[in-house]
């Protein structure tokens, strides 16, 4: 179903391609614009683009499940903890794992953060150009990833390898079973990895996530390694990616629109900036849900047992929710989008990411306030989740 055509009135469009990864908006009006509710034309899935009926979707996991199969496909043996387990189960471990990532948390990690950002920079601003996705888009969440895990800096290339062979086999192979053997592979070592680390971690605690999860608690138990296993490979996967995904998406548009950009010399404009861009490069753009009962939403019945894609980006776009929303507006109030879900699985590290891309916008335009993308350039998107991983920008030199 991810990477099926749906019918629009002009055309077939895959959602996951590089091309509507590329400009989505447009393909997402013309899906709003046929009633946001429809089924693919090759197996009849259901497609959920409303923002009324995602929304409603993903605050009942009760009907629309996160307990699905997908998992079997990243290469894991059992679900991710906590993202792809249902309450009341998942509820649990969110408690254990939600002060980790508080706002409070998060804002006392600030200062470091900066430093990581500010480092980077003065890696290249004296170039008067770089590839942004490589110099920065990637490294700098990667950097706070494994500060958070107690992870040494030169292990970032190995995970970020084993994250690319789980999200994007397809930068690869074009092979679907050599995807699979792909995904399979990678995902043996990242349990390897975090086997190990976890032991380490027994011998020798630290002030870090993995000695955090052994100290924990459950129903009164410690948790098992098997569970700590599961979270710990759901934060190599969100931490390595979606921070990323969201800056390229970010920085691309900004490049784009020099008249947007100069906004930002008001910094006080950077944090509606995060959410309006969030909003409307929603990078995470489908999710699928297991549909456990039969439920009509609208003309569209949707029967037990079904798999269901809730297009995050449409619901993000869609006017009857986002006034004039195919405009980027930084005073945007109020500004409810999904792009960190909603409901009972809304992003355990929406926080953490946000101050990221705070962060980032803060530091690169009180340094780099006027760039665009290099003359003759084209960006170029991921098939997956929209990461731009070609993103090539310049600036006057220093």
Not at 251 to 278: K, N, Q, S, T, Y
């Amino acid at each position: 179903m991810a990477g099926e055509a749906v019918e629009t009135h002009d055309a077939r469009v895959n959602l996951l391609s590089p091309e509507a990864a590329a400009n989505p908006q447009p393909v997402y009006a013309r899906l709003h614009a046929q009633g946001g509710m429809l089924r693919t034309p090759l197996t009849g899935s259901p497609i959920l683009c409303r923002y009324e009926d995602v929304l409603w979707a993903l605050r009942h996991p009760a009907i629309f499940s996160s307990e699905t199969q997908v998992h079997l496909a990243l290469g894991t043996v059992r679900p991710m903890i906590p993202q792809q387990i249902d309450p009341p189960r998942q509820t649990r471990f969110r408690k254990i794992l939600d002060p980790r990532f508080s706002r409070q948390r998060v804002l006392e990690l600030e200062p470091h953060v900066r430093r990581h950002a500010s480092r980077l920079i003065d890696g290249f601003i004296g170039d008067g150009e770089c590839e942004f996705d490589h110099a920065f888009a990637v490294p700098f969440p990667g950097q706070v990833f494994l500060d958070l895990m107690g992870l040494p800096p030169e292990d970032l290339d190995v995970f970020l390898q084993l994250k690319d062979a789980i999200v994007r086999p397809h930068m690869q192979t074009r092979d679907l079973e050599a995807m699979a053997a792909l995904r399979t592979r990678a995902g043996r070592q990242i349990y390897a990895y975090f086997e190990i680390l976890i032991d380490e971690r027994t011998a020798h605690p630290r002030d870090d996530i993995v000695t955090y999860l052994l100290g924990a608690e459950l129903d009164g138990r410690r948790l098992t390694h098997e569970e700590i296993l599961d979270v710990c490979y759901l934060f190599l996967l969100g931490g390595l990616d979606t921070v990323t995904a969201s800056l390229g998406c970010s920085f691309a548009h900004l490049a784009a629109h020099p008249e947007a950009r100069a906004r930002l010399a008001d910094p006080a404009l950077i944090p509606g900036a995060v959410e309006e861009l969030l909003r409307f490069e929603t990078p995470v753009t489908v999710v699928p849900r297991l549909v456990k009962q039969d439920v009509t939403l609208g003309s569209l019945e949707i029967k037990a047992g079904e798999m269901v894609a809730l297009l995050l980006g449409a619901a993000d776009t869609d006017e009857s929710e986002f006034a004039d929303a195919l405009r980027v507006d930084f005073e945007r109030t109020p500004n409810r989008h999904l792009a960190f879900g909603a409901g009972p699985h809304r992003c355990l590290g929406s926080h953490l990411a946000r101050m990221e891309l705070r962060v980032a916008l803060e530091e690169w335009h009180r340094r780099i306030p006027a760039y665009a993308i290099k003359p003759g350039e084209t960006p170029r998107y991921s098939s997956a989740i929209r990461e731009v991983q070609y993103l090539p920008l310049v600036w006057p030199p220093a």
